[in-house]
């Protein structure tokens, strides 16, 4: 069983690679956000029941569907304390040529892979996470004019409370 899914939390479809989901919905489920109801163990697979927060297209009235745990992820707890505020850093598109920092679009790296040389950020592009001596890690404005649209996206669906404060 996956660690991360556990019942009540928020979570986005990724994938159906694990799942036995071979409807016409599935490739509509991807990107769809939801909560957990409840977990299945099913042999070796662990299955979430989850409950769409939308209706699937074509799917009217059918909210509740059965999908690999490897499937989804995570994107908050409802009743967990949050210990450390949510950290994204600065990244740039890793280019060959050096850019000037203030004229390149700025993406958003989670604070857990700021200090690797080239990582993934939100939006997926491969950047290089950007540091000052002294400071450290530059942290991400999601209200920067050079702020990646995806990335802001991305960090508004995962952590809707961020949003709220930066509209």
Not at 30 to 54: C, F
Not at 89 to 103: M, Q, S, T
Not at 119 to 129: D, F, H, M, R, Y
Not at 145 to 165: D, F, K, M, S, Y
Request: aromatic letters at 8%.
């Amino acid at each position: 069983m996956s660690v991360d899914v556990a019942p009540g939390c928020r979570v986005v479809v990724d994938s159906l690679f694990f799942s036995h989901t071979f409807t016409q919905a599935a490739r509509r489920l991807v990107g769809g956000t939801g909560h957990v109801l409840r977990l299945v163990e099913r042999g070796s697979s662990t299955y979430a029941l989850v409950e769409m927060d939308d209706d699937v297209q074509g799917f009217p009235g059918q909210r509740r569907w059965t999908i690999s745990t490897a499937d989804l992820t995570v994107i908050s707890y409802p009743s967990r304390a949050r210990t450390e505020p949510v950290f994204y850093a600065v990244g740039f598109e890793d280019f060959r040529i050096i850019l000037k920092a203030n004229r390149g679009i700025r993406h958003a790296v989670p604070g857990n892979r700021a200090d690797r040389d080239v990582t993934e950020a939100l939006c997926g592009l491969s950047v290089k996470p950007v540091s000052t001596a002294g400071i450290g890690r530059i942290a991400f404005d999601l209200t920067s004019a050079l702020a990646c649209p995806g990335c802001v996206q991305n960090i508004t669906v995962r952590h809707p409370e961020i949003g709220a404060e930066a509209g």
